[in-house]
């Protein structure tokens, strides 16, 4: 079995109220692969938001399914972020059935509703 998983690391830029997709593509021998999200906030530990599988998603408990969506589309599994509020502010990670702890920088929001940033930092979503 081999897994292999492809995140891209370029800033994203947006507004809030605005929809951001967030890419994760993979490659597995497995013939029902499941992946799975996961957001850390600042001064936290990464938590699961939602797992894809099949045809089915599901969401965590708490995680909107109005804002967050995610489904598997051939070797690709997108988060798509809709009505962004300043709270969506995280990292995100995507990660493959077995999840091997990756810790890869991907998505930070680091911006105020005003537009005026808040850290420095190489990777986010800004608003």
Same mark, same amino acid.
């Given at each position: 079995?081999?897994?292999?998983?492809?995140?891209?690391?370029?800033?994203?830029?947006?507004?809030?109220?605005?929809?951001?997709?967030?890419?994760?593509?993979?490659?597995?021998?497995?013939?029902?692969?499941?992946?799975?999200?996961?957001?850390?906030?600042?001064?936290?530990?990464?938590?699961?938001?939602?797992?894809?599988?099949?045809?089915?998603?599901?969401?965590?408990?708490?995680?909107?399914?109005?804002?967050?969506?995610?489904?598997?589309?051939?070797?690709?599994?997108?988060?798509?972020?809709?009505?962004?509020?300043?709270?969506? *502010?995280?990292?995100?990670?995507?990660?493959? *059935?077995?999840?091997?702890?990756?810790?890869?920088?991907?998505?930070?929001?680091?911006?105020?509703?005003?537009?005026?940033?808040?850290?420095?930092?190489?990777?986010?979503?800004?608003?």
């Amino acid at each position: 079995m081999f897994l292999i998983l492809r995140q891209p690391t370029e800033d994203v830029f947006a507004s809030e109220g605005d929809t951001v997709t967030l890419d994760c593509t993979f490659e597995t021998t497995r013939t029902s692969p499941t992946l799975f999200w996961y957001r850390q906030k600042s001064g936290d530990f990464p938590k699961y938001m939602l797992r894809c599988y099949s045809n089915i998603a599901e969401n965590a408990f708490g995680i909107s399914e109005d804002r967050f969506k995610a489904a598997i589309n051939g070797k690709s599994v997108p988060l798509k972020i809709q009505k962004l509020q300043l709270t969506d *502010s995280a990292v995100y990670y995507c990660a493959l *059935s077995p999840v091997t702890g990756n810790t890869t920088t991907l998505y930070k929001n680091l911006w105020r509703e005003d537009n005026t940033i808040l850290h420095n930092i190489h990777k986010r979503v800004c608003m």
